[in-house]
């Protein structure tokens, strides 16, 4: 009787994880091959338009792949010093310096693109003081890519490179430079020849995270892109006008290639092998070692002032900026003065904003609360089956799909798989969009909860309870969950955040209930900078807030 | 010929914050010495291998290499080679790649690199290695391809903290005498530092012994075994001590008769420190320094309160007069105890100090 439930309470969770999380974010290639037929003729033979569709598709996923790599190669060499610094120095603020560093991967991301957008380009914003005439048009030579579009996403996923990489290096014995400064190695070639090879499994992974991060980029994205076109955006753009052949199509593509990039070097770097390597060929060391020597010596300056300068602008400028840009239009526009092109006259103007502000705020704190609350049920079960079962690992690694699947195509993948033409059960509304948040919010919770349990070596303190006498359900109540909460609720609010700031996915999936951090993309691009800057500022304060609130809970 | 350093330490003192890890340090290391520093955790022998090294800068004081002060010259310049516990063998590289580390880093050319590493290679025979990664390796060979990367990069002093780590007794026995003949066949000079005495006394050519940042003896092994400075000594070199109370009766060039009271005999002592007749003093007997007598005759005799086997000797807490004496005896035909067995005792060594400040209890205690 007990065993029948039990088994019963395992098919229903295992159940709603799989179509709640990893149906959908498996679905749209399984229905590129399905609808092969009709995405053939719409996009490969279109009648009207040939192929078309095909080279725009083509052009898109060019454009995101060069960008995506790009931005990695740079997040790799400004965040190197940075990660080092930070694992190897001891500083007074290094604290705060540190929070300030994640501070991109908990604000949402069209708030923060908003951000940068009127640094880079507006009256109040620095750049435009120093002369430097940029928008949205331009293009960096040579790599043909936009440059705002580049900026905001090496801010976006730099943090990913520093935090993994300075945990690695946490890890490793810092006797290595010493010993190897004794055998007369500066410190630039230690970093080269030892230090590197040993991080490289934890700088692999955090690439591919700032990888596939770039890649799916949304929300910060529509906002400076210009007339610039990613493969994340055409999903949006063309979902928005009903071309759903074209959009899936571009969307599997998308999921497919970065799969096909990223599980490759995921499994690489998760081998626990020595990983041996030599960049240069040992007859020409003299030469670089003697470069490295050199630099070392009369460059050292460059490292702290590299990732400084990396800090200030690329997070704390575009905030500051912001907020600075916010409280000079409160209750005036800087150049007239007048009340009338004000945020306060917006606002609570004849246009009274604020119902739509305020409406896209309740609609937002509901979808963030339910759909982390949804998260949590699901995640307890998950976080035990996954320390508790053999094929625990393979859930693991599953769960991490959701997390390198670009929003856009998994917000199109959702409409497809519940709306009318699939299960036809639920159409885009709230509803959807907290379905959606689901299937990101529950990978991220059940990690914290997973390393958490891992960390702690919860396992042994559960060993001594069973030989006390508790049975199973009480070493789990009195136990492994207590031990794990605290990180869990850590977790939780990290969701949280993500939640409130994802774009991509719920542009597609919202209907018309327009949640806030999409509001911002339509302000800016209705012109409603007024609001918009209301709107962004309100989205990052509260992001700073939680982030608080994560800090105090872990301390 | 080959230079061989000589290092001199002159009171050398270092501050942490209030602490003073050390205080006023001289040393002087020989061309081609072993030298073993021995020591307490907390004695400060940790942060003098690393002044020596040049890891650490000094609070006062200065190290001179072959009669140049060198605590302006970084650690690297110095022709230190370090070996630390961890031994800290570059994890990505094979053991040739892993010797040639240091010529390679220093700019030398490519082929010059190549010619320095298989010489060391050959001297300290390790070719059939040079493949393998440090993982792949024992305890020994690992050992013996960081010194073999400390030579590379043309260092004549080994500089060794607690080379053995943790490392099982047995294996450690081993391997510090591969590690001392290695050492000696290569002519370097080297410090090897330690917290157990028996390792120190078995490969050391002079040990030095630090306590509380201090240096307190130095010598040869058989010279601080056989002439402890003080009661601490007595019992840090040699493992275990009766500590006794005692009165000077009689004082005959180095020796002295004690008279110790709560024995209720008379002993024959080496004199250690200044002493006057009718002084109260403090004795140091070795557990090994006491014999039991086959036959009791009634003096000088015992009660066994318990003892230990060890197999080749028993440890034998005997109660002469309510004084309990840990005595060490040999395993012996005639000898096999049970508790309440009467024995006579016979002192053969002890030594005698003028009576710690600190009490007897204190003055020997490890902290």
Redesign the interface.
Known sequence: MRKNMTIAIIAIFAISLFTLVFLPSLYLISLAFIEWKQIYDEIFANPYLGSTYLWNILKTLYLSFRLALITVIIDVILGLPLAYIFARKNFRGKDIIEDITMLPLVIPTSGFGFATLITWTSSTGIFRLLGLNINTQTIIPLINLPFLVLIVHISLTFPYIVKTVSAALQET?P??D?????????PL??FR??TL??ITPSLLSGSVLAFARSLGETGATLIVAGVSVTAPIAIVKWELENKLAPAAFLGSLLIALSFLLIIPIEYYSSQKR???YSLIP??K??II??LE?KISKNLWWLRETASGLLLFIMVILPILTLLYTTSVYWSSEPYTGRFEKSIVYELFGPSKMINLVSKAIVTSIIVSSLATFISIYISIPTVLFIVKTRYGEIIRTLLKVPLVVPTSALGLSMILLWGNEGFNIIYPSIWLTILTHVVFSVPVIVEAGVSAYRQLNVELYEGTARTLGATFYDMIETVSLPMIKKSFVAGSILAFTHSLGETGATFLVMGNDITISTLVVNLVESQAIGTALFSSSLLIIVALVLLGVIRKITK | MIKIPEIEVQNITKIYGNIVALNNVSLRIRDGEYVCIIGPSGSGKSTLLKIIAGIVKPTKGSVYIDGIDVNNVPFDERGIGVVLQDILLFPNMKVRDNISYPPLVKGLDYKTVNSITSEIIRNISLTVLTERFPDELSRGSQQKTAIARAVASGARLILMDEPMGSLDTRSARQLRHELRSLIKDLGLTAIHITHNQEEAMSVADRIVILRNGKVIQVGTPQEIYFNPRNLFIARFIGGELNALEGKVKEIIGNYAIIEIESLGINIKAKIMDKINIGEKVGIAVRPEDILLKEKSSGINTGIIKSYKYYGFYYEVFLDVNNTVLQIKVPRKRWFSPTIGEKFDIDIIRAYVYKYPEEGLEKAIAYE
């Open positions: 014995n006797a290595y010493i010993i190897s400064q004794s055998l007369g190695a500066s070639t230690t020849k030892v090879p040993l020595r990983i041996s040992k007859t060391e003299k070692v003697k020597k």
